[in-house]
């Protein structure tokens, strides 16, 4: 496998089985895993144009990052990780004891989890999995981890209609005959044909309906349907029973779909829990400071290893594993 090969697989540039194929190369020899993640940092570095040309680049991240540090309010901090210093460290980690038990390439399996009398389909995802479900229609679903998707064997005439708990992205097939309809908790998602994300798991204090292309309604009991735009996202508060619209990055919301975690400003108690959900462990914040901390970063398909390794680097967080559980303090004197 070239480099040239390789950039095109970093850059997304394949077709399915091209990407299978380098994958299956990728894990073949840790010397193939270990030139993968070269050409990456390579590539990585590349796309920044700020970078000193200076060998010993991850001491100037971090001593970005200190100076960062001291210029924010002590309320909160907000933790950057550059992903150029990821990419690059994870060349020396070690997997130890937590492995990634999520495929880079999803699975697409025909099966399914249960087939109710009702006719309905339910399908479960348990912690660190993800599936791709393809409907009756055409559509096609990614379902995160520990979620779950209902849906039944044959659509009727005049509406197609799923129920979803967890996380799931869309990529529905147009027919303006036939409306696609998403419950979730205590709002409808209304589509003809379109692509987007929506994360409703059952613990989590708000519902997240984030449009990429096309268009979507949200119904909210009798109340006015609300019309999302691309790259808009609707967050309702369930306890505060309110709804509010914000303009994102819609592809950074859906990154978890091809194995990256985006945070942009993330209460440390979230990306915890986005955590535990993808690498299927138990993560404990032992510190009443770190509650308060907000992160800024990417993973890349990178293993819980690398990730704790990284949370050390860019903050004042360590972590020890005892007993197959994470514990999280601050190191702050």
């Known amino acids: 496998m070239n480099k040239k090969q390789l950039v095109r697989y970093i850059k997304n540039d394949?077709?399915?089985?091209?990407?299978?194929?380098?994958?299956?190369?990728?894990?073949?020899?840790?010397?193939?895993?270990?030139?993968?993640?070269?050409?990456?940092?390579?590539?990585i570095v590349s796309t920044f144009k700020d970078i000193?040309?200076?060998?010993?680049?991850n001491s100037f991240f971090f001593e970005r990052f200190k100076n960062s540090i001291k210029k924010r309010k002590p309320k909160r901090l907000f933790l950057y990780a550059c992903a150029s210093v990821i990419i690059m460290l994870s060349v020396l980690w070690n997997q130890g004891s937590f492995e990634n038990s999520t495929e880079t390439i999803v699975e697409t399996p025909q099966q399914i989890n249960s087939a109710h009398s009702d006719g309905s389909v339910h399908f479960t995802t348990k912690r660190g999995d993800r599936k791709e479900i393809y409907l009756p229609d055409g559509s096609k679903i990614v379902l995160n981890a520990e979620s779950q998707l209902i849906y039944p064997k044959e659509f009727n005439d005049s509406l197609r209609e799923v129920t979803l708990i967890g996380e799931a992205f869309f990529d529905i097939k147009r027919n303006i005959y036939k409306p696609f309809i998403v419950n979730s908790n205590n709002l409808k998602i209304k589509v003809l044909g379109t692509s987007f994300n929506v994360k409703s798991y059952d613990g989590d204090k708000k519902i997240e309906t984030t449009l990429v292309t096309g268009k979507v309604e949200l119904i909210k009991d009798e109340e006015t349907p609300i019309v999302l735009a691309p790259s808009q996202k609707a967050v309702f508060y369930?306890?505060?029973?309110?709804?509010?619209?914000?303009?994102?990055?819609?592809?950074?919301?859906?990154?978890?779909?091809?194995?990256?975690?985006?945070?942009?400003?993330?209460?440390?108690q979230d990306v915890v829990v986005d955590l535990e959900r993808k690498y299927n462990v138990k993560i404990n914040i032992n510190s009443q400071k770190l509650l308060d901390y907000e992160y800024t970063g990417t993973f890349d398909n990178l293993s819980i290893n690398e990730v704790l390794k990284v949370l050390t680097i860019?903050?004042?967080?360590?972590?020890?594993?005892?007993?197959?559980?994470?514990?999280?303090?601050?190191?702050?004197k």
Do not use: C
């Open 314 to 332: 860019s903050s004042p967080i360590k972590y020890a594993i005892e007993n197959k559980e994470i514990k999280l303090w601050d190191d702050i």
């Open 238 to 268: 369930k306890k505060e029973n309110k709804l509010e619209i914000e303009k994102v990055y819609s592809h950074d919301v859906v990154a978890w779909k091809d194995g990256r975690l985006i945070f942009n400003k993330t209460p440390l």
């Open 52 to 57: 000193p040309n200076n060998p010993d680049s």
């Open 14 to 43: 394949m077709d399915a089985i091209e990407k299978r194929k380098t994958i299956e190369w990728i894990r073949k020899h840790p010397d193939n895993h270990k030139k993968f993640n070269m050409v990456k940092a390579q590539y």
